[in-house]
């Protein structure tokens, strides 16, 4: 039987307890395609996997996390697309319902993996998928920004952050963001406006139309009361810790006028990816990467996610 290195969890797992194991290459089968992975992001969900919802009974156990890559067709099956082709796939379950991308080849559902054009190198691209189809989405399918608007971008020092306020510069938006660690301001200089949140930003900023809220139910009170009316606030991360509001009450928790929207990264198109790297394209972007580890210091990696070190999105390449 042939193998690959692959991290494989069934329980909550440590960084400092992260191994490679030898795993068996996945068996191709119709509707599937099997990807060389070549690169991958980590993400704040996967973390949220390993150290608590791998609990859960929807998990499946043994599990090889990771929510995302970019790689080779390695075997096509039946899906039109040819040996070598690059790709980058995502979500749909997963490295939660079947294996995901922390391993040397992924076995993966065909409406899943997405084709795309692009000069950038292996590790540039293992930045893009989630990160950006998640800003792209909430900037574009949620919020429906367009270069007129002034955009809040509250917890802007995460990948997805960094992320938004490159797009948002790129598309010609004035942008504030926010960062709670007032160490953190020079991070997000390429914002017009930068504060750091201490939990009221109402009444302190003046004429948002837009707001990505990365923080997420913790503040979401406060960000639906400093954009204008008219504004649109899309609910997007939860760094905040909370995920849930108990208690919320619509009528006077969201201002007259104000519009509530929320983004799910679980429905990824060919037609958002190809826009995505055509935009990264034709703006001449290079994805926000903080730091890029091999895949044999794959606990490394996940070490720099757990102690928050690294600012930017942390890529694994193989
Ligand atoms: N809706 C969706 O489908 C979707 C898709 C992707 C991601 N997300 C969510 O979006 C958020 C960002 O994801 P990511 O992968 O870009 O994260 P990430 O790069 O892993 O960023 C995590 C970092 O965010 C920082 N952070 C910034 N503001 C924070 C705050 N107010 N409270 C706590 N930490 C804060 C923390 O560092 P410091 O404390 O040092 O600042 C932390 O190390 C996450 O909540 C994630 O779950 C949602």
């Avoid at 499946?60 to 390695?74: D, S, T």
């Avoid at 040397?104 to 000069?119: M, Q």
């Amino acid at each position: 039987m042939k193998t690959m290195k692959a991290v494989v969890l069934d329980k909550v797992t440590e960084a400092s307890d992260i191994t490679l194991s030898e795993y068996p290459v996945p068996e191709i089968r119709p509707g599937w395609v099997l990807v060389k992975v070549k690169a991958f992001g980590l993400n704040h969900s996967e973390q949220i996997l390993r150290l608590n919802e791998i609990r859960a009974d929807y998990i499946q156990k043994p599990v090889i996390p990771g929510i995302e890559c970019v790689g080779e067709i390695a075997d096509p099956s039946d899906s039109g697309l040819s040996a070598g082709q690059k790709v980058a796939a995502l979500m749909g379950g997963m490295g939660r319902s079947f294996n995901g991308s922390y391993a040397e080849y992924a076995l993966l559902p065909r409406r899943n993996v997405f084709t795309f054009e692009s000069d950038l190198s292996w590790a540039e691209l293992g930045a893009v998928p989630e990160t950006y189809f998640t800003a792209w989405g909430s900037l574009f399918e949620s919020l429906h920004l367009t270069e007129d608007d002034t955009l809040l971008i509250r917890g802007a020092t995460c990948a997805l952050g960094y992320a938004a306020i490159q797009i948002a510069k790129a598309l010609g938006c004035k942008v504030a963001a926010t960062t709670h660690r007032a160490e953190k301001l020079s991070l997000i200089q390429t914002a017009d406006e930068t504060l750091v949140d201490d939990g009221k930003l109402t009444g302190k900023l003046h004429g948002i139309t837009k707001a990505l809220d990365l923080v997420g139910p913790r503040n979401l009170r406060d960000t639906l009361n400093s954009v204008i009316k008219g504004g649109v606030v899309c609910q997007t991360g939860i760094l905040g810790g909370v995920y849930t509001l108990n208690g919320f009450d619509p009528i006077k928790d969201i201002p007259n006028g104000v519009y509530l929207t929320g983004f799910f990264s679980n429905y990824p198109t060919q037609k958002i990816m190809t826009e995505i790297f055509t935009f990264l394209s034709n703006h001449k972007l290079t994805p926000v990467i903080g730091k890029v580890f091999d895949f044999d210091n794959i606990k490394e990696a996940i070490a720099a996610q757990d102690n928050g070190r690294i600012n930017g999105k942390i890529v694994v390449k193989i």
